[in-house]
């Protein structure tokens, strides 16, 4: 008795063996390995890439957390004109205020209810506050008010540590693996 074998739409007599396997049959041992080594690769890039996307998009939110700090003191500098002891030389006396006031620390005058500060103290109290804010809201956050007596121009710099790799970028000199923000204005 003859009988005949359907294999994927292919007859095969029942006597005859096929003297070759088709491709037709399946995937060998083999090829189902070369399939998950390419998968695997491919996998592995597309979480470097994702890897690589999320650092951007931290740095980039990093980098706009810096600019809303330097532009709020650039505001609160502006807000705190004080007396000028000396109008003549057309600068304000409270951008000479401002210098080195991020390293002091909180003069009080803004915790009683009548919040009675001089220029003097609210310069301490905008810089305290300031670097306290940079410190909450940035890696190793910092950063430093400069101004310039001669010109009136006032640089005021944030820094922050964008590869969270350590560095201390809270108090200047700033170090060189730190990424900063300036700005240059005139109050």
């Not at 003297?19 to 041992?29: A, K, M, V």
């Not at 502006?78 to 003549?88: H, K, S, T």
Request: glycine letters at 6%; proline letters at 5%.
């Amino acid at each position: 008795m003859r009988h005949t074998v359907v294999h994927r739409n292919r007859i095969t007599p029942g006597n005859y063996e096929k003297l070759s396997p088709s491709r037709t049959d399946g995937f060998s041992l083999l090829e189902s390995l070369i399939a998950l080594v390419v998968f695997s690769i491919g996998f592995l890039a597309l979480t470097l890439l994702m890897h690589t996307s999320l650092q951007n998009t931290n740095s980039a939110f990093y980098r706009s957390v810096a600019t809303e700090q330097a532009y709020d003191m650039a505001d609160r500098i502006r807000a705190n004109r004080g007396a000028d002891l000396a109008p003549e030389d057309g600068i304000g006396d409270n951008v000479i205020s401002y210098l080195n006031v991020e390293a002091s620390a909180d003069p009080g005058c803004m915790k009683s209810m009548m919040r009675d500060c001089t220029p003097l103290q609210l310069a301490q109290y905008d810089g305290w506050h300031w670097n306290q804010t940079n410190a909450l809201v940035l890696p190793s956050g910092g950063g430093s008010i400069v101004p310039n007596a001669a010109t009136g121009v006032v640089r005021v710099t944030v820094s922050w540590d964008d590869d969270r790799s350590g560095k201390d970028c809270s108090t200047p000199p700033f170090h060189t693996d730190c990424m900063s923000f300036a700005v240059d204005f005139i109050p």
